[in-house]
């Protein structure tokens, strides 16, 4: 398990890119885990978003989405590293 947990709804728009592969090829100290619920009911269906170790982060597309998450990323890394 990495020291940065990111956690993806299955239900959720951000499960149309395959961001498991992307982070964790980027960021080698990343875990990706995917859910069938965050319980946030409802959201998944608003917008795309994820958990970065308990915090949401949302974007209004899977790509900004992923570029929030990346950001979010680089700050509980520095934090860690």
Not at 28 to 40: A, G, H, K, M, T
Not at 55 to 77: D, F, H, Q, V
């Amino acid at each position: 398990m990495g020291i940065v947990v990111v956690d993806i709804c299955d239900a959720n728009f951000m499960s149309t890119i395959d961001v498991e592969g992307i982070l964790e090829s980027e960021y080698p100290e990343v875990s990706v885990l995917s859910s069938d619920c965050l319980s946030f009911c409802g959201m998944c269906r608003l917008k795309p978003y994820a958990m970065v170790n308990g915090k949401r982060i949302s974007g209004k597309t899977p790509e900004e989405c992923l570029n929030k998450i990346r950001e979010a990323i680089e700050e509980e890394l520095a934090f860690y590293l």
